[in-house]
C-alpha cells in the first residue's frame, strides 16, 4: 500500500516521501521510485514507425523471440488499416514504453460487439508506474467510442503478474481458454 502511495505522490509530497524513507531504511524498494517524479504518460495510436519497437516488446516482454520480422510488421500494417483493429503505444520521456492490441469482435453469445485485448506489453523498467493502466482506459475509451461496452481478455496461465493487474483495474475471471495447434496448414 505504501508503495502505491509513493508512486502516486504529488511534488509537494516529495520532501515528505524522502525524509519517511532516510528515518526508515528497512523498505525494500527501488529508489528511483522516490527519486523520480511520477512518470507524464502519452498513449497514442500506434503509426508504422513505432512498429519495430512494438515488435522488440512483443519478443522480450510477451516471451516471443522467434518472431519472424517481417511477417510481424506485415501484421501491424494490416491491423493498422482494419477498422476492427487499433494498436495504442504509450510514450515516457520521448520513449515508447509499451504498447496494446485490441480488436473488435463478435461472438454467438452475445447480441453487440466486445472488444478484445489481443496484446498488451510494457517495458519491465517502466512497469508499477500506470502505463498498463493507461493503455487500457486507451482501448476501453476506443471501445465506448466503437460502439461496446464490453471488453475481454486471454492471459496465459503462467503470467500471475498480469492476472493481478487485471483484477486490480476491474477484470474478473470468467472462462478457460484451449488452443490446439493444427498441421499442415496452407
Known sequence: MFLKRVQTATMS???KVCFFF?????????YELILEKKM?????EAESQDFLIVLSLIKNELGYPNLNETDTLKRLEYFKQSKDWETFVAVVDSETVGFIGVRKGM????DGFYV??????????ARRGGVGAALVKKAEEWALKNG?????LHSNMKRLDAHLFYEKIGYGKKSYWFSKKLGGAK
Not at 22 to 30: A, G, Q, T, V
Open 13 to 15: 509530497d516529495f520532501a
Open 22 to 30: 532516510l528515518k526508515n531504511p528497512f523498505y525494500e524498494i527501488r
Open 40 to 44: 507524464m504518460i502519452y498513449v497514442k
Open 107 to 110: 461472438s454467438y453469445a452475445i
Open 116 to 125: 478484445e485485448i489481443a496484446a498488451l506489453a510494457v517495458a519491465e523498467e
Open 148 to 152: 461496446t461496452d464490453e471488453m475481454r
